[in-house]
Nanobody, 115 residues
């Protein structure tokens, strides 16, 4: 299993970024996917998750209405569109796949929103 994130960077408050996660080594369309983030000194937290076919999504309260998770099963890729970014969104963002009994993680991509 390999998960490779891209699309992070530094953006001013109110700006937007789109993260991508390219997946390989497993049947992507079969499994739900998630995005997590971890800020310095804080625990890793769930940002958003999406069902295997993309019909169902779930978001942390802190990002509802600003972030949108999506996936393209034909491209084995999931996305996180982040709008109206705030300084508190600064963190390393990780793509995750729960394929029992293991949880797989990407290497992460840094998102920085200066205050």
């Amino acid at each position: 299993v390999q998960l490779v994130e891209s699309g992070g960077g530094s953006v001013q408050p109110g700006g937007s970024l789109r993260l991508s996660c390219a997946a390989s080594g497993f049947t992507f369309s079969r499994w739900p996917m998630s995005w997590y983030r971890q800020a310095p000194g804080k625990e890793r937290e769930l940002v958003a998750r999406i069902s295997s076919n993309g019909d169902s999504t779930d978001y942390a309260d802190s990002v509802k209405g600003r972030f949108t998770i999506s996936r393209d099963n034909g491209k084995n890729t999931q996305y996180l569109q982040m709008n109206n970014l705030k300084p508190e969104d600064t963190a390393k963002y990780y793509c995750s796949a729960l394929i029992p009994p293991r949880t797989f993680w990407g290497q992460g991509t840094q998102v920085t929103v200066p205050s």
